[in-house]
């Protein structure tokens, strides 16, 4: 999962289609659906870049996952299992 803060965008990648988003210079509230995935996949992330504030507050299918540094989310960080629900095929 990829944000573009400064275009308030988000993309989903490596497994995951981003159903909604509102993306702000602060925090961004987020839809997503995974795609199956195989047991040796690796864990879903989010990173993102042109983010602004010092840090930034995520919210994932109503769960809100916390603020994070922007250094962290720029490199990138493990979204938890329970925060991306529903799986589609």
Known sequence: LYLDVR???AFGIDGCRVVRAAVTADRADLAIETLRRGPRA???AV???GIGA???ALRVNGLDLGTYDRADLERGIP???KSVGKETT
């Open 7 to 9: 275009r308030g965008a």
């Open 42 to 44: 690796l864990p879903l």
């Open 47 to 49: 990173k993102a870049s």
């Open 54 to 56: 010092s840090r930034y």
């Open 79 to 81: 979204l938890a299992a």
